[in-house]
Protein backbone atom coordinates (compact mmCIF):
# COMPACT_ATOMS: atom_id res chain seq x y z
CA UNK A 1 0.00 0.00 0.00
CA UNK A 2 2.90 2.25 1.12
CA UNK A 3 4.63 1.86 -2.35
CA UNK A 4 5.22 4.42 -4.60
CA UNK A 5 2.72 6.33 -2.36
CA UNK A 6 4.25 10.27 -1.56
CA UNK A 7 3.77 11.99 1.49
CA UNK A 8 4.71 15.89 1.83
CA UNK A 9 5.95 17.08 5.20
CA UNK A 10 5.57 20.51 6.27
CA UNK A 11 6.96 22.19 8.92
CA UNK A 12 9.30 24.70 10.23
CA UNK A 13 10.93 22.78 12.17
CA UNK A 14 14.05 20.95 10.75
CA UNK A 15 14.21 18.69 13.57
CA UNK A 16 10.24 17.12 13.16
CA UNK A 17 10.88 17.05 9.59
CA UNK A 18 13.77 14.76 9.64
CA UNK A 19 12.42 12.90 12.30
CA UNK A 20 8.86 12.17 9.91
CA UNK A 21 10.88 11.14 7.29
CA UNK A 22 12.77 8.81 8.78
CA UNK A 23 9.99 6.82 9.75
CA UNK A 24 8.21 7.29 6.98
CA UNK A 25 10.66 6.23 4.43
CA UNK A 26 11.31 3.15 6.69
CA UNK A 27 7.58 2.18 5.59
CA UNK A 28 8.82 2.90 1.63
CA UNK A 29 6.98 5.85 1.70
CA UNK A 30 8.42 8.55 -1.05
CA UNK A 31 8.96 11.78 1.17
CA UNK A 32 8.95 15.47 0.56
CA UNK A 33 9.56 18.35 2.49
CA UNK A 34 8.73 22.14 2.99
CA UNK A 35 9.60 24.51 6.06
CA UNK A 36 7.23 27.32 5.34
CA UNK A 37 3.40 27.69 4.42
CA UNK A 38 4.01 29.32 0.82
CA UNK A 39 6.42 26.71 -0.58
CA UNK A 40 3.90 23.79 0.90
CA UNK A 41 1.00 25.44 -1.15
CA UNK A 42 2.77 25.96 -4.22
CA UNK A 43 4.30 22.18 -4.00
CA UNK A 44 0.72 20.76 -3.47
CA UNK A 45 -1.37 22.79 -6.02
CA UNK A 46 1.82 21.62 -9.13
CA UNK A 47 2.04 18.21 -7.48
CA UNK A 48 -0.49 14.94 -6.91
CA UNK A 49 0.36 14.11 -2.96
CA UNK A 50 -1.13 11.07 -1.53
CA UNK A 51 -1.01 13.21 2.38
CA UNK A 52 0.19 16.10 3.65
CA UNK A 53 1.19 16.50 7.04
CA UNK A 54 0.95 20.18 8.04
CA UNK A 55 1.83 21.62 11.28
CA UNK A 56 -0.36 25.34 11.84
CA UNK A 57 1.54 27.30 13.62
CA UNK A 58 4.52 28.46 11.15
CA UNK A 59 5.98 32.22 10.57
CA UNK A 60 4.42 33.60 7.63
CA UNK A 61 1.61 31.67 6.08
CA UNK A 62 0.00 29.15 8.33
CA UNK A 63 -1.55 25.61 8.02
CA UNK A 64 -4.80 26.71 8.42
CA UNK A 65 -4.57 29.12 5.55
CA UNK A 66 -2.59 26.62 3.69
CA UNK A 67 -5.44 23.96 4.04
CA UNK A 68 -7.86 27.01 2.85
CA UNK A 69 -6.33 27.75 0.10
CA UNK A 70 -5.51 24.19 -0.88
CA UNK A 71 -9.03 22.93 -0.88
CA UNK A 72 -9.78 25.59 -3.83
CA UNK A 73 -8.14 23.45 -5.81
CA UNK A 74 -7.90 20.04 -4.31
CA UNK A 75 -9.34 17.10 -1.94
CA UNK A 76 -5.51 15.90 -0.96
CA UNK A 77 -5.64 14.46 2.28
CA UNK A 78 -4.35 16.74 5.34
CA UNK A 79 -3.47 15.35 8.53
CA UNK A 80 -2.93 18.88 10.72
CA UNK A 81 0.33 18.77 12.94
CA UNK A 82 -1.12 20.67 16.17
CA UNK A 83 0.82 21.66 19.64
CA UNK A 84 -0.63 20.64 22.84
CA UNK A 85 -3.32 23.28 24.07
CA UNK A 86 -4.28 24.87 20.30
CA UNK A 87 -7.64 23.59 20.72
CA UNK A 88 -9.07 26.74 18.50
CA UNK A 89 -6.99 25.96 15.61
CA UNK A 90 -7.76 22.56 15.49
CA UNK A 91 -11.33 23.81 14.60
CA UNK A 92 -10.29 26.07 12.45
CA UNK A 93 -8.41 23.33 10.69
CA UNK A 94 -11.80 20.98 10.54
CA UNK A 95 -13.74 23.99 9.33
CA UNK A 96 -11.06 24.98 6.31
CA UNK A 97 -11.33 20.93 5.71
CA UNK A 98 -8.50 19.17 7.57
CA UNK A 99 -8.79 15.19 7.27
CA UNK A 100 -7.69 14.45 10.96
CA UNK A 101 -4.85 16.01 13.17
CA UNK A 102 -1.95 14.62 15.66
CA UNK A 103 -1.15 16.17 18.83
CA UNK A 104 2.68 17.54 19.60
CA UNK A 105 4.43 15.85 20.94
CA UNK A 106 3.39 12.71 18.71
CA UNK A 107 4.49 9.44 18.54
CA UNK A 108 6.05 8.88 14.95
CA UNK A 109 4.67 5.03 15.03
CA UNK A 110 1.08 6.97 15.06
CA UNK A 111 1.93 9.34 12.26
CA UNK A 112 2.54 6.21 10.31
CA UNK A 113 -0.42 4.57 11.14
CA UNK A 114 -2.82 7.67 10.72
CA UNK A 115 -0.87 7.78 6.79
CA UNK A 116 -1.95 4.41 6.32
CA UNK A 117 -5.26 4.42 7.01
CA UNK A 118 -6.05 7.40 4.64
CA UNK A 119 -3.71 6.00 2.21
CA UNK A 120 -6.04 2.64 2.66
CA UNK A 121 -9.76 4.95 1.60
CA UNK A 122 -7.70 6.42 -1.01
CA UNK A 123 -5.74 3.56 -2.86
CA UNK A 124 -8.94 1.97 -3.48
CA UNK A 125 -10.94 5.13 -4.84
CA UNK A 126 -8.07 5.58 -7.49
CA UNK A 127 -8.59 1.79 -7.95
CA UNK A 128 -11.61 1.79 -8.72
CA UNK A 129 -12.08 5.10 -10.04
CA UNK A 130 -11.86 2.92 -13.76
CA UNK A 131 -14.42 0.95 -13.45
CA UNK A 132 -16.84 1.47 -16.33
CA UNK A 133 -20.04 -0.55 -14.64
CA UNK A 134 -21.32 0.83 -10.66
CA UNK A 135 -21.89 -2.50 -8.81
CA UNK A 136 -22.48 -1.30 -5.20
CA UNK A 137 -24.65 1.96 -5.18
CA UNK A 138 -26.59 3.56 -2.18
CA UNK A 139 -29.58 5.53 -4.07
CA UNK A 140 -31.64 8.28 -2.91
CA UNK A 141 -33.90 10.74 -5.27
CA UNK A 142 -31.44 13.03 -5.54
CA UNK A 143 -27.79 11.55 -4.05
CA UNK A 144 -26.02 8.58 -5.32
CA UNK A 145 -23.02 7.17 -3.55
CA UNK A 146 -20.84 5.04 -6.16
CA UNK A 147 -19.07 3.04 -2.98
CA UNK A 148 -16.96 1.24 -5.69
CA UNK A 149 -15.25 4.49 -7.51
CA UNK A 150 -15.64 6.51 -4.35
CA UNK A 151 -17.35 8.79 -5.74
CA UNK A 152 -20.86 11.20 -4.81
CA UNK A 153 -23.02 12.70 -7.13
CA UNK A 154 -26.28 14.90 -6.54
CA UNK A 155 -28.22 15.51 -9.71
CA UNK A 156 -26.05 13.38 -11.73
CA UNK A 157 -23.25 15.87 -10.72
CA UNK A 158 -20.12 14.78 -9.32
CA UNK A 159 -18.99 16.26 -5.75
CA UNK A 160 -15.76 16.24 -4.48
CA UNK A 161 -15.56 15.68 -1.06
CA UNK A 162 -12.49 15.04 1.50
CA UNK A 163 -11.77 11.84 2.68
CA UNK A 164 -13.21 12.37 5.96
CA UNK A 165 -16.46 13.97 4.53
CA UNK A 166 -16.84 11.20 1.91
CA UNK A 167 -17.09 8.40 4.86
CA UNK A 168 -19.02 10.62 7.21
CA UNK A 169 -21.66 10.41 4.33
CA UNK A 170 -21.32 7.45 3.57
CA UNK A 171 -22.09 6.16 7.45
CA UNK A 172 -24.71 8.27 7.68
CA UNK A 173 -26.51 6.57 4.48
CA UNK A 174 -25.85 3.25 5.28
CA UNK A 175 -28.69 3.60 8.07
CA UNK A 176 -31.12 6.45 6.81
CA UNK A 177 -33.39 7.82 9.29
CA UNK A 178 -31.57 6.77 11.79
CA UNK A 179 -30.53 9.52 14.53
CA UNK A 180 -26.21 9.32 15.46
CA UNK A 181 -24.81 10.77 18.35
CA UNK A 182 -22.15 13.45 17.67
CA UNK A 183 -20.00 10.82 20.31
CA UNK A 184 -20.66 7.45 18.25
CA UNK A 185 -19.82 9.22 15.12
CA UNK A 186 -16.49 9.92 16.36
CA UNK A 187 -15.91 6.72 17.25
CA UNK A 188 -17.40 5.02 14.24
CA UNK A 189 -16.28 7.33 11.52
CA UNK A 190 -12.70 8.56 12.79
CA UNK A 191 -11.82 5.29 14.88
CA UNK A 192 -10.65 6.73 17.82
CA UNK A 193 -11.61 9.03 20.31
CA UNK A 194 -11.42 13.03 19.96
CA UNK A 195 -10.99 13.84 23.75
CA UNK A 196 -15.02 15.70 23.90
CA UNK A 197 -14.08 17.87 20.64
CA UNK A 198 -17.68 17.37 19.32
CA UNK A 199 -17.05 20.11 16.79
CA UNK A 200 -15.04 17.97 14.57
CA UNK A 201 -18.18 16.29 13.86
CA UNK A 202 -20.30 19.67 13.50
CA UNK A 203 -17.64 21.47 11.31
CA UNK A 204 -17.49 18.21 8.59
CA UNK A 205 -21.56 18.29 8.31
CA UNK A 206 -21.46 21.71 8.03
CA UNK A 207 -18.66 21.63 4.80
CA UNK A 208 -20.46 18.64 3.66
CA UNK A 209 -23.53 20.38 3.75
CA UNK A 210 -22.09 23.43 1.63
CA UNK A 211 -20.80 21.38 -1.26
CA UNK A 212 -24.51 19.82 -1.61
CA UNK A 213 -25.89 22.61 -1.43
CA UNK A 214 -23.90 24.50 -4.14
CA UNK A 215 -25.08 21.28 -6.36
CA UNK A 216 -28.17 20.55 -4.98
CA UNK A 217 -30.26 22.01 -2.29
CA UNK A 218 -32.74 19.04 -1.97
CA UNK A 219 -29.44 16.77 -0.89
CA UNK A 220 -28.56 18.94 1.08
CA UNK A 221 -31.31 18.81 3.29
CA UNK A 222 -30.84 15.34 3.34
CA UNK A 223 -28.74 15.67 6.33
CA UNK A 224 -30.37 16.88 9.40
CA UNK A 225 -29.49 17.81 12.71
CA UNK A 226 -31.29 16.42 15.66
CA UNK A 227 -31.07 19.09 18.26
CA UNK A 228 -29.73 17.91 21.25
CA UNK A 229 -28.24 14.64 20.05
CA UNK A 230 -26.76 14.31 16.49
CA UNK A 231 -27.44 14.02 13.12
CA UNK A 232 -29.16 11.79 10.57
CA UNK A 233 -29.49 11.68 6.79
CA UNK A 234 -33.57 11.61 6.53
CA UNK A 235 -34.79 10.06 3.04
CA UNK A 236 -38.48 11.42 1.87
CA UNK A 237 -40.78 9.01 1.19
CA UNK A 238 -43.08 11.30 -1.07
Given at each position: ???????LIVDDE??????????????????????????????????????ILLDIM???????????????????????????????????????????????????????????????????????????????????????????????????????????????????????????????????????????????????????????????????????????VGYKLE????
Amino acid sequence: MAENATVLIVDDEDRIRRLLRMYLEREEFSVEEADNGTDALHMALTNDYDVILLDIMMPGMDGIEVCQALRQEKSTPVIMLTAKGEESNRVQGFEVGTDDYIVKPFSPREVVLRVKAVLRRTTDANYNKGKTQATNLIVFPHLTIDLDAYRVTANGIEISLTPKEYELLCFLAKAPDKVFKREDLLKEVWEYEFFGDLRTVDTHVKRLREKLTNVSKEAAKMIVTVWGVGYKLEVDDA
